[in-house]
């Protein structure tokens, strides 16, 4: 049997109501089909050795056809500070020591069969064993994640040996208050902090709060840009982060922060 109809069939088997879920042919469908369920899949523990060697081969695939990117493949031109880059792509390619997650309350990933938000590319790329260990950590903990912290997680099959989750403010207003701005501030503290904790020396920050939560794209590369420069010069850690940014807009507004 081919891989992804091992696995699909597997996933609709496990929820009675997709039982009659024709599997395609083509690939890109298959894919496409295997991620959506991954997707509203609730967090528990598959027993099948078998499903998680197959989907950790399936999501290596789909790793070397997209190409990793390690440390040294990053321009610096933008940048006064070595340690400071920026980089535009998919931030599940990059290999580094972790990549930041902008997560929700619940800390489980995004349920919405292929949505295009960071929370669900990346547990998407990592696998089914993401969404488990953020239950389990969330099941410890008793209650929803506050705004402003952090969690770390084994990357699994992402690149990055970790990923650090981390809970933004959302905006209703035109512009975020002071409170927010804090809120946005302690959560690029909160992931340094744990790079600290875990002696990493590499981390690559998405833009937290932007898009799907609404902070205003300037302001939010202001807040990031000012609370990492502060952090580095206060700790002299030799860390490298990453400015990871998928749109020209935010490439454009983090050049221009970077070559000041």
């Known amino acids: 049997m081919d891989r992804l109809d091992y696995l699909i069939e597997y996933l609709l088997k496990e929820?009675?109501?997709?039982?009659?879920v024709k599997i395609p042919t083509e690939i890109k469908e298959k894919r496409n089909l295997f991620r959506a369920l991954c997707n509203i899949r609730m967090p528990k523990t598959i027993?099948?050795?078998?499903?998680?060697?197959?989907?950790?081969?399936?999501?290596?695939?789909?790793?070397?056809?997209?190409?990793?990117?390690?440390?040294?493949?990053?321009d610096i031109v933008f940048s006064k500070d070595e340690r400071i880059l920026l980089w535009q792509g998919d931030i599940t390619r990059l290999r580094v020591d972790a990549i930041v997650n902008a997560a929700n309350s619940q800390m489980l990933g995004c349920f919405a069969p292929?949505?295009?938000?960071?929370?669900?590319?990346?547990?998407?790329?990592a696998g089914i064993q993401l969404r488990e260990e953020c239950y389990y950590l969330?099941?410890?903990?008793?209650?929803?994640?506050?705004?402003?912290?952090?969690?770390?997680?084994?990357?699994?099959?992402?690149?990055?040996?970790?990923?650090?989750?981390?809970?933004?403010?959302?905006?209703?207003?035109?512009?975020?208050?002071?409170?927010?701005?804090?809120?946005?501030?302690?959560?690029?503290?909160?992931?340094?902090?744990?790079?600290?904790?875990?002696?990493?020396?590499?981390?690559?920050?998405c833009c937290i709060s932007t898009g799907e939560f609404h902070f205003p794209n300037d302001k939010a590369a202001e807040i990031a840009f000012k609370t990492v420069r502060d952090f580095l010069e206060r700790t002299h850690s030799e860390l490298k982060v990453i400015f990871n940014v998928f749109k020209d807009k935010d490439l454009n507004i983090y050049k221009k922060l970077l070559e000041e």
């Open 15 to 20: 929820q009675n109501r997709y039982k009659n």
């Open 47 to 74: 027993k099948d050795k078998d499903f998680i060697r197959l989907q950790d081969q399936e999501l290596q695939e789909q790793l070397k056809e997209k190409g990793i990117v390690d440390l040294k493949d990053i």
């Open 114 to 125: 292929l949505h295009a938000c960071i929370d669900n590319a990346i547990h998407s790329a």
């Open 138 to 205: 969330m099941q410890q903990q008793g209650h929803d994640e506050p705004t402003g912290r952090a969690k770390i997680t084994k990357g699994y099959n992402l690149p990055s040996k970790y990923v650090i989750h981390t809970v933004g403010p959302i905006i209703y207003t035109e512009k975020p208050s002071l409170e927010e701005e804090n809120m946005l501030k302690d959560c690029y503290t909160s992931c340094l902090e744990l790079t600290l904790e875990k002696n990493l020396k590499s981390i690559a920050f």
